[in-house]
């Protein structure tokens, strides 16, 4: 089993800056897929970022292109996602989610390891 933590979320005013830790533990892969998703209320988890286990590609929802940063470090298992301008709209609980092999996937049914998510707040 995999066991994904999530860290670095709290309030933050419009504009202003967080950056997500992620760290996982447990079984491990030869290669993996990191991605971050986020859940508002009342609405569907959605795609944030995901990031290719070498890091020669990120990919990034169009509502955080320019403003979310989605990186990682293979050494300390973990990603990173850097949110810059934040808006209102960003308020949700971001999740991490990590999947064995090489290929990036968007959808989060293809992901089989989630953390337990972390809340950001963004206030106007």
């Known amino acids: 089993q995999v066991q994904l933590v999530e860290s670095g979320g709290g309030l933050v005013q419009a504009g202003g800056s967080l950056r997500l830790s992620c760290a996982a533990s447990?079984?491990?892969?030869?290669?993996?897929?990191m991605a971050w998703f986020r859940q508002a209320p009342g609405k569907e988890r959605e795609f944030v970022a995901a990031i290719t286990w070498t890091s020669s590609s990120a990919y990034y929802a169009d509502s955080v292109k320019g403003r979310f940063t989605i990186s990682r470090d293979n050494v300390k298992n973990s990603a990173f996602l850097q949110m810059n301008s934040l808006k209102p709209e960003d308020t949700a609980v971001y999740f991490c989610?990590?999947?064995?092999?090489?290929?990036?996937?968007?959808?989060?049914?293809?992901?089989?390891?989630w953390g337990q998510g972390t809340q950001v707040t963004v206030s106007s």
């Open positions: 989610a990590l999947r064995g092999g090489s290929t990036t996937y968007m959808r989060s049914s293809e992901y089989p390891y």
């Open positions: 447990g079984r491990t892969f030869s290669s993996y897929n």
